[in-house]
């Protein structure tokens, strides 16, 4: 089972920007959709971004759309997120997820990095 480890998070300023990372565990990456998802404090976990697979344009969530970008590189195990224009609504842990191509509940989860925003 592939097992996914996020970093990059930290403190920064509104305006500035971070990348996170995630790596995957195992060298079937390649047969994982990823997303990331994020969860304020004393709020439910929220979509951000997800890749679609084939090439396909990947999905954002209307909040992050122009200021976070998903991308991957399969030789390194890795996902990220590149996140622009930082604002202290951005502030959350954020976790990266993978599901199998073809199916339609992300089944595995990392435990997250700390994401915050000053204001």
């Known amino acids: 089972q592939v097992q996914l480890v996020e970093s990059g998070g930290g403190l920064v300023q509104t305006g500035g920007s971070l990348r996170l990372s995630c790596a995957a565990s195992?060298?079937?990456?390649?047969?994982?959709?990823m997303g990331w998802f994020r969860q304020a404090p004393g709020k439910e976990r929220e979509f951000v971004a997800t890749e679609r697979w084939g090439g396909a344009i990947p999905t954002y969530a209307d909040s992050v759309k122009g200021r976070f970008i998903i991308s991957r590189d399969n030789a390194k195990n890795t996902v990220y997120l590149q996140m622009n224009s930082l604002k202290p609504e951005d502030t959350a842990i954020y976790y990266c997820a993978a599901k199998v191509v073809g199916g339609t509940q992300y089944g595995l989860w990392g435990q997250g990095t700390q994401v915050t925003v000053s204001s």
């Open positions: 195992r060298r079937t990456f390649s047969n994982y959709v």
